[in-house]
């Protein structure tokens, strides 16, 4: 059967506190095998540890998330790279630039996302990255660094980007947004991408309509994603488990 990764979920969010076994269970039996739970605060972070532990198919990702920079503790840097030697299979993530919030705070945000790329590139650890109309920026940043295996989560930006963040290192996933009929500029970017850098994701429990989105729901945009770039969903899948152990170091 076919092997798939969801790369990018969180499944301690509070809309799994009550069955988050049961979700896993029902992705299980849809084939996803591994498991990328992002943290996005601090208060997240201890929850997704215990995730990893309990599920040894739950990679755990330790970051602080651009909605989140004004809420940090005096020595959260000290606690994220404790955390992240004790964890050595652990990523960096979610972290990132996002211009579409209200309170920008854009000094905190680039500031906080520098020091976290930063440790990742000491540790030796991927990052995930959530980027929302702050190429210009994002683009800045990376421009001054060498090459990291970074993932540009719920890709957004445009087709013409692909090779310029190819060459910094980049991976890009897609999510059941990219399938939208309407959303031609994130179809272009899909068609795009090339094989060896792509994947795929729920961003559970976010998106899908108005309903709470899970992790079987992978299986749908798998389909989804290989009628669109003209593949067979078995080649699809077995290209992004490979890619997965690559980005992943597993
Ligand atoms: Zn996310």
């Not at 969180?10 to 979700?23: R, T």
């Not at 532990?53 to 909605?67: K, L, N, R, S, T």
């Not at 999510?175 to 994701?201: C, H, T, V, W």
Request: charge should be neutral; charged fraction near 30%.
């Amino acid at each position: 059967m076919t092997k798939l990764i969801d790369i990018h979920l969180h499944l301690q969010d509070k809309a799994f506190s009550d069955d988050v076994d049961v979700v896993i269970e029902r992705a299980l039996k849809n084939g996803v095998k591994r498991f990328v739970c992002n943290g996005t605060r601090e208060k997240d972070w201890l929850k997704v540890q215990k995730l990893a532990e309990q599920y040894p198919f739950i990679v755990p990702c330790y970051g602080i998330h651009p909605w989140y920079v004004k809420k940090l503790s005096e020595n959260w840097l000290e606690k994220l790279e404790e955390l992240l030697i004790e964890n050595k299979n652990a990523c960096i993530g979610e972290i990132g630039l996002d211009k579409c919030i209200k309170d920008k705070n854009e000094t905190a945000q680039k500031d906080v996302f520098r020091k976290q790329l930063d440790l990742a590139k000491r540790l030796k650890r991927p990052v995930m990255i959530h980027c929302v109309q702050a190429w210009g920026w994002l683009m800045d940043i990376l421009r001054n660094e060498s090459p990291l295996p970074m993932l540009l989560h719920s890709y957004s930006g445009s087709a013409e980007m692909i090779k310029p963040l190819l060459d910094m290192g980049a991976y890009f996933s897609f999510s059941g947004y990219a399938l939208n009929k309407n959303n031609k500029k994130m179809q272009e970017s899909l068609k795009k991408a090339p094989l060896d850098r792509l994947f795929i994701e729920t961003d559970s429990p976010s998106m899908l309509h108005s309903k709470r989105n899970e992790p079987a729901n992978l299986l749908l945009i798998l389909q989804g994603v290989a009628e669109l770039r003209g593949e067979t969903e078995e080649e699809l899948a077995l290209a992004i488990w490979e890619n997965s152990e690559r980005f992943l170091n597993v």
